[in-house]
Protein backbone atom coordinates (compact mmCIF):
# COMPACT_ATOMS: atom_id res chain seq x y z
CA UNK A 1 0.00 0.00 0.00
CA UNK A 2 1.07 3.37 -1.28
CA UNK A 3 1.16 6.34 1.28
CA UNK A 4 2.58 9.54 1.52
CA UNK A 5 2.47 12.30 4.14
CA UNK A 6 3.76 16.43 4.44
CA UNK A 7 5.31 17.40 7.16
CA UNK A 8 6.53 20.91 8.29
CA UNK A 9 5.88 24.06 10.06
CA UNK A 10 1.95 25.17 9.81
CA UNK A 11 3.58 28.78 10.33
CA UNK A 12 6.24 30.88 8.99
CA UNK A 13 7.29 34.24 8.77
CA UNK A 14 8.09 36.72 5.57
CA UNK A 15 11.73 35.64 4.45
CA UNK A 16 12.16 32.77 6.37
CA UNK A 17 13.16 29.24 5.18
CA UNK A 18 10.12 26.32 4.30
CA UNK A 19 11.23 22.62 4.90
CA UNK A 20 8.87 20.17 4.22
CA UNK A 21 9.30 16.67 4.30
CA UNK A 22 7.54 14.45 2.83
CA UNK A 23 7.69 10.43 3.91
CA UNK A 24 6.60 7.55 2.06
CA UNK A 25 6.13 4.17 2.51
CA UNK A 26 5.13 1.29 -0.55
CA UNK A 27 7.62 1.98 -2.88
CA UNK A 28 11.46 3.11 -2.58
CA UNK A 29 13.17 5.91 -4.38
CA UNK A 30 15.79 3.34 -5.02
CA UNK A 31 14.15 1.73 -7.29
CA UNK A 32 14.90 2.39 -11.26
CA UNK A 33 12.06 4.74 -12.77
CA UNK A 34 10.62 6.22 -9.17
CA UNK A 35 9.97 9.42 -8.75
CA UNK A 36 8.20 12.14 -5.87
CA UNK A 37 7.06 15.39 -6.82
CA UNK A 38 5.99 18.39 -4.90
CA UNK A 39 2.69 20.66 -5.30
CA UNK A 40 0.87 23.26 -4.15
CA UNK A 41 -2.28 24.68 -4.04
CA UNK A 42 -2.63 28.46 -2.93
CA UNK A 43 -6.47 28.84 -1.17
CA UNK A 44 -9.14 28.65 -3.78
CA UNK A 45 -6.72 28.29 -6.95
CA UNK A 46 -5.47 25.77 -8.97
CA UNK A 47 -2.74 23.19 -8.48
CA UNK A 48 0.86 24.18 -9.01
CA UNK A 49 4.13 22.17 -9.52
CA UNK A 50 6.54 23.00 -7.94
CA UNK A 51 9.72 20.27 -8.39
CA UNK A 52 10.46 16.53 -9.05
CA UNK A 53 13.35 14.14 -7.74
CA UNK A 54 13.75 10.56 -9.08
CA UNK A 55 15.73 7.60 -8.17
CA UNK A 56 18.48 8.76 -10.09
CA UNK A 57 18.94 12.02 -7.99
CA UNK A 58 17.93 13.83 -11.04
CA UNK A 59 15.53 17.02 -10.14
CA UNK A 60 13.79 19.54 -11.78
CA UNK A 61 12.21 22.84 -10.56
CA UNK A 62 9.82 24.97 -11.81
CA UNK A 63 10.91 27.73 -14.28
CA UNK A 64 9.21 30.79 -11.90
CA UNK A 65 10.58 29.37 -8.52
CA UNK A 66 14.27 27.47 -8.95
CA UNK A 67 16.17 30.28 -7.60
CA UNK A 68 13.90 29.26 -4.21
CA UNK A 69 13.80 25.85 -4.19
CA UNK A 70 16.56 22.70 -3.41
CA UNK A 71 14.33 19.20 -3.35
CA UNK A 72 16.43 16.38 -2.14
CA UNK A 73 16.00 13.02 -0.89
CA UNK A 74 16.90 10.73 1.98
CA UNK A 75 16.40 7.21 1.09
CA UNK A 76 17.20 4.93 3.92
CA UNK A 77 14.68 6.92 5.85
CA UNK A 78 11.83 6.87 2.69
CA UNK A 79 11.72 10.88 2.87
CA UNK A 80 11.51 13.66 0.27
CA UNK A 81 12.21 17.09 1.45
CA UNK A 82 11.49 20.37 -0.18
CA UNK A 83 13.45 23.32 0.79
CA UNK A 84 11.82 26.70 -0.60
CA UNK A 85 13.66 30.44 0.28
CA UNK A 86 12.96 33.92 0.82
CA UNK A 87 9.03 33.08 1.79
CA UNK A 88 6.45 35.03 1.34
CA UNK A 89 2.54 35.40 1.88
CA UNK A 90 1.64 34.77 -1.45
CA UNK A 91 3.34 31.32 -0.78
CA UNK A 92 0.09 30.34 1.39
CA UNK A 93 -0.71 27.42 0.35
CA UNK A 94 -1.51 23.65 0.57
CA UNK A 95 1.75 21.65 -0.48
CA UNK A 96 1.33 18.39 -1.64
CA UNK A 97 3.66 15.30 -2.09
CA UNK A 98 3.04 12.77 -5.15
CA UNK A 99 4.36 9.71 -6.19
CA UNK A 100 5.02 9.49 -9.87
CA UNK A 101 2.92 6.42 -11.44
CA UNK A 102 5.51 4.73 -13.84
CA UNK A 103 3.93 2.34 -16.53
CA UNK A 104 6.25 -0.42 -18.55
CA UNK A 105 9.64 0.42 -19.91
CA UNK A 106 9.74 3.36 -17.07
CA UNK A 107 7.28 5.87 -18.93
CA UNK A 108 5.67 8.67 -16.42
CA UNK A 109 2.20 7.89 -15.83
CA UNK A 110 0.83 10.94 -13.86
CA UNK A 111 0.69 12.05 -10.14
CA UNK A 112 -0.75 8.54 -8.76
CA UNK A 113 -0.71 8.82 -5.30
CA UNK A 114 -1.02 12.04 -3.33
CA UNK A 115 -0.21 12.59 0.16
CA UNK A 116 -2.88 14.74 2.19
CA UNK A 117 -1.21 18.26 1.98
CA UNK A 118 0.48 20.25 4.42
CA UNK A 119 -0.80 23.95 4.88
CA UNK A 120 1.14 26.55 5.15
CA UNK A 121 0.83 30.16 6.19
CA UNK A 122 3.02 32.64 5.93
CA UNK A 123 2.78 35.20 7.81
CA UNK A 124 4.88 37.65 10.64
CA UNK B 1 6.49 26.43 -20.08
CA UNK B 2 3.67 24.96 -21.57
CA UNK B 3 0.60 26.90 -20.89
CA UNK B 4 -2.71 24.36 -19.99
CA UNK B 5 -6.05 26.20 -20.86
CA UNK B 6 -8.84 24.51 -19.56
CA UNK B 7 -13.00 24.96 -21.23
CA UNK B 8 -15.34 25.81 -19.46
CA UNK B 9 -13.90 27.49 -16.38
CA UNK B 10 -16.91 25.87 -14.50
CA UNK B 11 -20.31 24.24 -15.44
CA UNK B 12 -23.62 23.25 -14.12
CA UNK B 13 -25.17 19.86 -15.10
CA UNK B 14 -28.13 17.81 -14.25
CA UNK B 15 -27.82 14.58 -12.94
CA UNK B 16 -28.03 11.68 -14.99
CA UNK B 17 -26.45 14.26 -17.85
CA UNK B 18 -23.13 14.41 -19.53
CA UNK B 19 -20.37 16.61 -18.47
CA UNK B 20 -17.84 17.97 -21.07
CA UNK B 21 -13.99 19.56 -20.03
CA UNK B 22 -11.79 21.02 -22.64
CA UNK B 23 -8.00 21.31 -22.16
CA UNK B 24 -5.74 22.70 -24.78
CA UNK B 25 -1.86 22.83 -24.65
CA UNK B 26 -0.03 25.47 -25.96
CA UNK B 27 2.41 22.91 -27.38
CA UNK B 28 1.91 19.36 -28.33
CA UNK B 29 2.50 16.53 -25.40
CA UNK B 30 2.88 13.98 -27.76
CA UNK B 31 6.13 12.10 -26.81
CA UNK B 32 7.67 10.17 -29.10
CA UNK B 33 9.58 7.58 -26.77
CA UNK B 34 6.18 5.99 -26.68
CA UNK B 35 4.19 7.45 -28.91
CA UNK B 36 2.12 8.76 -26.18
CA UNK B 37 0.28 12.00 -24.84
CA UNK B 38 1.38 12.78 -21.96
CA UNK B 39 -1.39 14.63 -20.48
CA UNK B 40 -3.04 13.78 -16.94
CA UNK B 41 -6.51 14.22 -15.45
CA UNK B 42 -7.70 14.90 -11.92
CA UNK B 43 -10.56 15.08 -10.08
CA UNK B 44 -10.10 17.26 -6.51
CA UNK B 45 -13.19 17.17 -3.82
CA UNK B 46 -13.02 19.71 -1.57
CA UNK B 47 -10.54 19.19 1.38
CA UNK B 48 -9.20 16.86 -0.51
CA UNK B 49 -5.93 15.99 -2.28
CA UNK B 50 -6.04 15.44 -6.50
CA UNK B 51 -7.49 11.97 -7.51
CA UNK B 52 -5.58 10.51 -10.65
CA UNK B 53 -8.36 9.98 -12.96
CA UNK B 54 -6.05 9.27 -16.81
CA UNK B 55 -2.79 9.25 -17.91
CA UNK B 56 -1.57 9.10 -21.24
CA UNK B 57 -4.58 11.36 -22.09
CA UNK B 58 -7.03 8.14 -22.50
CA UNK B 59 -5.41 5.19 -19.82
CA UNK B 60 -8.34 5.34 -17.02
CA UNK B 61 -6.52 4.76 -13.81
CA UNK B 62 -7.57 1.28 -12.12
CA UNK B 63 -10.49 1.74 -9.67
CA UNK B 64 -12.11 4.85 -11.98
CA UNK B 65 -15.37 4.37 -12.89
CA UNK B 66 -15.87 3.74 -16.60
CA UNK B 67 -18.20 6.61 -16.66
CA UNK B 68 -15.24 8.69 -17.09
CA UNK B 69 -13.68 8.86 -20.07
CA UNK B 70 -10.42 10.53 -21.76
CA UNK B 71 -9.81 11.43 -25.52
CA UNK B 72 -7.73 13.60 -27.54
CA UNK B 73 -4.12 13.96 -28.80
CA UNK B 74 -2.00 16.52 -29.74
CA UNK B 75 -2.71 19.51 -28.07
CA UNK B 76 -6.21 18.89 -28.15
CA UNK B 77 -7.82 17.15 -24.89
CA UNK B 78 -11.04 16.33 -23.34
CA UNK B 79 -12.81 14.45 -20.40
CA UNK B 80 -16.17 13.33 -20.31
CA UNK B 81 -18.31 12.52 -17.40
CA UNK B 82 -21.39 10.05 -18.36
CA UNK B 83 -24.30 9.61 -16.50
CA UNK B 84 -23.09 12.26 -14.00
CA UNK B 85 -23.72 11.39 -10.25
CA UNK B 86 -23.78 13.37 -7.24
CA UNK B 87 -20.39 11.95 -6.03
CA UNK B 88 -18.64 13.43 -9.35
CA UNK B 89 -19.40 17.13 -8.36
CA UNK B 90 -15.20 18.23 -7.92
CA UNK B 91 -13.15 20.79 -9.89
CA UNK B 92 -10.95 18.53 -12.64
CA UNK B 93 -7.81 19.58 -13.45
CA UNK B 94 -5.50 18.18 -16.87
CA UNK B 95 -1.68 18.11 -16.53
CA UNK B 96 0.93 17.86 -18.99
CA UNK B 97 4.03 16.07 -18.26
CA UNK B 98 5.77 16.36 -21.44
CA UNK B 99 8.58 18.56 -20.55
CA UNK B 100 10.59 18.79 -17.79
CA UNK B 101 9.03 21.80 -16.11
CA UNK B 102 4.96 20.26 -15.75
CA UNK B 103 1.95 22.55 -15.70
CA UNK B 104 -1.63 21.85 -14.51
CA UNK B 105 -4.82 23.70 -16.08
CA UNK B 106 -6.51 26.25 -14.29
CA UNK B 107 -9.69 23.93 -13.46
CA UNK B 108 -12.68 23.01 -14.19
CA UNK B 109 -16.04 23.27 -11.32
CA UNK B 110 -18.21 20.97 -12.12
CA UNK B 111 -21.58 21.51 -9.96
CA UNK B 112 -25.35 20.00 -10.16
CA UNK B 113 -27.92 22.06 -12.07
Known amino acids: QVTLRESGPALVKPTQTLTLTCTFS??????????VAWIRQSPGKALEWLAH???????EYSTSLKTRLTISKDTSKNQVVLRMTKMDPVDTATYYC????????????????WGQGSLVTVSS | DIVMTQSPDSLSVSLGERATINCRSS????????????LAWYQQKPGQPPKLLFY???SRKSGVSDRFSGSGSGSDFTLTISDLRAEDVAVYYC?????????FGQGTKVELK
Open chain 2, 27 to 38: QGLLHRSNNKNY
Open chain 1, 98 to 113: ARVGVEAHGYYAGLDY
Open chain 1, 53 to 59: IDWNDDK
Open chain 1, 26 to 35: GFSLTTRGMC
Open chain 2, 95 to 103: QQYKTISWT
Open chain 2, 56 to 58: WAT
